[in-house]
Each structure stands twice: as structure tokens, then as C-alpha cells.
């Protein structure tokens, strides 16, 4: 096949359900489902669709989103609707125990709405990465993308930060199913607990989270360096805690020692990355600093060790930067260069403030919050724990 600066080109099949752009949230709430269809709109604007093979599914059935979640939650994603819920009675009861329409504590909004068609968007997003998932196990692809998917904090038995079904950990038990170790990256600005707890324990496989983590952020107490698997997954759950204002330099001086340790010590046969995009620079949630080149330098990273990959979407709430860097990352997966000039198409007015350019600037002036000592501190953690699965 042709050759281009990363490598050779890969087989890469795509998924895109124009039934997801649709989903409401709510108008207040920051997960804007219509990011991924700009996305879509960006990826034909670039002709990045001639250069990929379209996955045609169904959505997922309740029992292949059984195989991870709990039936009676299961039941209640199928069932309830923001009529129901309002009426206030058993349904409501039933959906805030599932944490599905809970209030913070503390003030007013609600993470996990009852919206309007969620079990279509459920079935719906995680079909997506279990297309994605099969196309790799089949062979017919090398590289798969779902950027509707990467709900990385979804629970067997509730919702939790945006998420419903954790169509991640369906997709990796897929893959468990021809591929004997899966490797789990996660750079989305959060931690992908609902990940990591789903295999905490298992020797197969591992999951490497890098996230933000200061006072009150999502979520609280978890993905700690100290947090390293319990029984036969001791070590093969690697944690690696940032502070705010991590810049493209910083992070790679993190990501690719680590990952390249990881790649050796665990000898995965597939990849899952879940690439997040509320890790960029301006996003209205995170408060790192990267650049999609950034942002996509772990995409490559990644690819460059040539084995199955997955990649999913996840966060991302500056719409126009997600939508962006998701467009960018198919032309990586794909092994093509593509002009930094956006070209002309229905959202092109949302990328004016970035002079309808893909790579838009990073904010100046951001304090990094990572210093030399913080990093290397991490950094000698994570490697050590690393060791302990050296053969
Ligand atoms: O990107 O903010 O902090 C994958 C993902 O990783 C919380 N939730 C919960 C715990 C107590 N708080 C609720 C109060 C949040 C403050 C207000 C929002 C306003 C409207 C809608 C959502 C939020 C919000 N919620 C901001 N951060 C949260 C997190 C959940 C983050 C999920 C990240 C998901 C898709
Ligand atoms: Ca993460
Ligand atoms: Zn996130």
C-alpha cells in the first residue's frame, strides 16, 4: 500500500449514525451530540470518506448491552422518557436510583437527563463500537472509529458524567473474544473509571488513564497514581494524575515514555483509545492545554505500533475544537495529510472565530500547573509500577 509520513496506509472503517446528531441533553447541559455530526460534516468536507469503508449496523440489542450492564437498568434506559420522569411517580424513584434525572447535591443541574429517545442513542452509539470492535476482530479493518462512542463513565448498574452504556467495555469484551490482552488508552481530560473498574481485576486487560485531577473534578477521588488493579489485574491499571495547564511538550514527555513501557511490559494484541477531546486547549470543561497536533500526536503514537486500534470520541465541549480534532484524527488513522484550510461546508461559520482553520491556536498565557517536579514525580510512580509486570 502507499506510504505516507506515519507509516503505510491503514484499512480503516468508520462509523456514522445521523441519528445520534439529534439527541438533546437539555439546553443548559454541555454534551452536545451534534459535535460528532460536525465532525462527519468536516471528515466528507475533506473527502477523508473515499478513503475509508463505512460500517452499516443495526443499533446494539439489550442483550449485547447485557453483556456488561445490569438487566433491571437495562429495562430502565429502555423505559423511561422525560414524560415519565416528570409525572414524579415509581418511574421517576426507579430512574434516580439508577442515577439517571438525579440532582447534584449541591445545585441544580443534572448530569444524566431522561432524554428524549435514550435508548435509541444508547443502542445506537454502542452498535457503533461494537461494529467497530468486530470489524477488527473479523480483519477486515485495521484501524476502526467511533466518534459517537468513548462513554468511558457509565457503571454495570448506573449512569454517571454523561454517560448511560459504557460502550467501551462492551467493545473490549468483543475483542476478548479473539484478541487475548486489549490495551485501553484513555487521554480524555476525565478519568475513564467506569473503564478501569470494569477491569480492575482481570489479567487481560490493561487500562492506562491520563486525566485531570484537582480539587472537586470529576470525578472525585478516583484514578489516583497509588491506583494501580487488584488480584490478577494488579498493575494493569496504570493512573497517571495531571494538574491544570498541561501544554503539548509536557504531555508527551509523560505519554510516550509510559506508553512505550506499557506496549513492552503488556505486549497487547489490540488497542483501544478513547481520545476524548475536553483535553484540548479552551475546552469549557477541562482546563489543559493541548493542541490538536497535540492531541493527535497520541493518536499516531499509538497507531505507529501497527496493531488492531480502536478509536472512540468521548468528551469534548468546545464544539468546533472536537469537531476539528476528530476530523484531524481520521486523516492520521487514514495516513493522510489534510490542508489546515477549512474547506467550505454547512458548519463552516462555527470555525470563523479560528479563521476557518483546523489547527486553531492555544491559549496564551494559561499557567502550566505541572511542574518539572509534580511530572517526574508521576512519571518515576507509574514506571516503577511497570517494572512489577517485566517479565
Ligand atoms: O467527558 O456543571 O461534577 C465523557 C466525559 O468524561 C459533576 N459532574 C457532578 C458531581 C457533582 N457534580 C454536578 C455539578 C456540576 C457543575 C455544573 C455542569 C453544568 C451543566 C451540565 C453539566 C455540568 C458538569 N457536570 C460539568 N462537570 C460535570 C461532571 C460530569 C463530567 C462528565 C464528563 C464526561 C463524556
Ligand atoms: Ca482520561
Ligand atoms: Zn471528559
Given at each position: 500500500?502507499?506510504?505516507?509520513p506515519?507509516?503505510p496506509?491503514?484499512?480503516?472503517c468508520?462509523?456514522?449514525?445521523?441519528?445520534?446528531?439529534?439527541?438533546?441533553?437539555?439546553?443548559?447541559?454541555?454534551?452536545?451530540?451534534?459535535?460528532?455530526?460536525?465532525?462527519?460534516?468536516?471528515?466528507r468536507?475533506?473527502?477523508?470518506?473515499?478513503d475509508?469503508?463505512?460500517?452499516?449496523?443495526?443499533?446494539?440489542?439489550?442483550?449485547?448491552?447485557?453483556?456488561?450492564?445490569?438487566?433491571?437498568?437495562?429495562?430502565?434506559?429502555?423505559?423511561?422518557?422525560?414524560?415519565?420522569?416528570?409525572?414524579?411517580?415509581?418511574?421517576?424513584?426507579?430512574?434516580?436510583?439508577?442515577?439517571?434525572?438525579?440532582?447534584?447535591?449541591?445545585?441544580?443541574?443534572?448530569?444524566?437527563?431522561?432524554?428524549?429517545?435514550?435508548?435509541?442513542?444508547?443502542?445506537?452509539?454502542?452498535?457503533?463500537?461494537?461494529?467497530?470492535?468486530?470489524?477488527?476482530?473479523?480483519?477486515?479493518?485495521?484501524?476502526?472509529?467511533?466518534?459517537?462512542?468513548?462513554?468511558?463513565?457509565?457503571?454495570?448498574?448506573?449512569?454517571?458524567?454523561?454517560?448511560?452504556?459504557?460502550?467501551?467495555?462492551?467493545?473490549?469484551?468483543?475483542?476478548?473474544?479473539?484478541?487475548?490482552?486489549?490495551?485501553?488508552?484513555?487521554?480524555?481530560?476525565?478519568?475513564?473509571?467506569?473503564?478501569?473498574?470494569?477491569?480492575?481485576?482481570?489479567?487481560?486487560?490493561?487500562t492506562?488513564?491520563?486525566?485531570?485531577?484537582?480539587?472537586?473534578?470529576?470525578?472525585?477521588?478516583?484514578g489516583?497514581?497509588?491506583?494501580?488493579?487488584?488480584?490478577?489485574?494488579?498493575?494493569?491499571?496504570?493512573?497517571?494524575?495531571?494538574?491544570?495547564?498541561?501544554?503539548?511538550?509536557?504531555?508527551?514527555?509523560?505519554?510516550?515514555?509510559?506508553?512505550?513501557?506499557?506496549?513492552?511490559?503488556?505486549?497487547?494484541?489490540?488497542?483501544?483509545?478513547q481520545?476524548g477531546?475536553?483535553?484540548?486547549?479552551?475546552?469549557?470543561?477541562?482546563?489543559q492545554?493541548?493542541?490538536?497536533?497535540?492531541?493527535a500526536?497520541?493518536?499516531?503514537?499509538?497507531?505507529?505500533?501497527?496493531?488492531?486500534?480502536?478509536?472512540?470520541?468521548?468528551?469534548?465541549?468546545?464544539?468546533?475544537?472536537?469537531?476539528?480534532?476528530?476530523?484531524?484524527?481520521t486523516a492520521?488513522?487514514?495516513?493522510?495529510?489534510?490542508?489546515?484550510?477549512?474547506?467550505?461546508?454547512?458548519?463552516?461559520?462555527y470555525?470563523r472565530?479560528?479563521?476557518?482553520?483546523?489547527?486553531?491556536?492555544?491559549?496564551?498565557?494559561?499557567?502550566?500547573?505541572?511542574?518539572?517536579?509534580?511530572?517526574?514525580?508521576t512519571?518515576s510512580?507509574?514506571?516503577?509500577?511497570?517494572?512489577?509486570?517485566?517479565?
Amino acid at each position: 500500500s502507499q506510504s505516507c509520513p506515519d507509516g503505510p496506509k491503514r484499512r480503516v472503517c468508520y462509523y456514522y449514525d445521523r441519528g445520534i446528531a439529534g439527541v438533546d441533553y437539555g439546553e443548559d447541559h454541555v454534551m452536545v451530540p451534534r459535535r460528532v455530526d460536525m465532525a462527519h460534516a468536516l471528515i466528507r468536507s475533506y473527502g477523508l470518506l473515499g478513503d475509508m469503508a463505512r460500517l452499516r449496523t443495526r443499533p446494539a440489542t439489550a442483550d449485547e448491552i447485557s453483556s456488561f450492564h445490569d438487566e433491571g437498568y437495562v429495562g430502565l434506559l429502555r423505559d423511561v422518557t422525560p414524560e415519565g420522569f416528570a409525572a414524579g411517580g415509581e418511574m421517576t424513584h426507579a430512574a434516580k436510583g439508577f442515577n439517571v434525572g438525579a440532582f447534584a447535591k449541591d445545585d441544580r443541574s443534572v448530569d444524566n437527563p431522561p432524554i428524549a429517545g435514550l435508548w435509541d442513542y444508547c443502542r445506537r452509539y454502542a452498535g457503533g463500537s461494537l461494529a467497530a470492535a468486530r470489524a477488527l476482530v473479523s480483519g477486515e479493518a485495521e484501524i476502526a472509529i467511533n466518534w459517537s462512542g468513548g462513554l468511558h463513565h457509565a457503571c454495570r448498574e448506573r449512569a454517571s458524567g454523561f454517560c448511560y452504556v459504557n460502550d467501551i467495555v462492551v467493545a473490549i469484551h468483543e475483542l476478548l473474544g479473539r484478541f487475548r490482552r486489549v490495551l485501553y488508552v484513555d487521554i480524555d481530560v476525565h478519568h475513564g473509571d467506569g473503564v478501569e473498574t470494569a477491569f480492575i481485576d482481570s489479567a487481560r486487560v490493561m487500562t492506562v488513564s491520563f486525566h485531570q485531577r484537582t480539587k472537586n473534578f470529576f470525578p472525585d477521588g478516583k484514578g489516583l497514581v497509588e491506583h494501580v488493579g487488584v488480584g490478577d489485574g494488579q498493575y494493569r491499571a496504570v493512573n497517571v494524575p495531571l494538574n491544570e495547564g498541561m501544554d503539548d511538550q509536557g504531555y508527551h514527555g509523560l505519554f510516550r515514555p509510559i506508553m512505550a513501557k506499557v506496549m513492552e511490559v503488556f505486549q497487547p494484541e489490540a488497542i483501544v483509545m478513547q481520545c476524548g477531546g475536553d483535553s484540548l486547549s479552551g475546552d469549557r470543561l477541562g482546563n489543559q492545554n493541548l493542541s490538536i497536533a497535540g492531541h493527535a500526536q497520541c493518536v499516531r503514537f499509538m497507531r505507529s505500533y501497527n496493531l488492531p486500534l480502536l478509536l472512540l470520541g468521548g468528551g469534548g465541549y468546545t464544539v468546533n475544537h472536537v469537531a476539528a480534532c476528530w476530523c484531524y484524527e481520521t486523516a492520521v488513522a487514514i495516513g493522510k495529510e489534510i490542508d489546515d484550510a477549512i474547506p467550505v461546508h454547512c458548519y463552516d461559520s462555527y470555525y470563523r472565530s479560528q479563521g476557518y482553520k483546523l489547527h486553531y491556536p492555544v491559549a496564551k498565557g494559561i499557567k502550566n500547573d505541572n511542574t518539572d517536579f509534580h511530572v517526574t514525580r508521576t512519571m518515576s510512580i507509574v514506571m516503577r509500577n511497570l517494572t512489577h509486570l517485566e517479565a
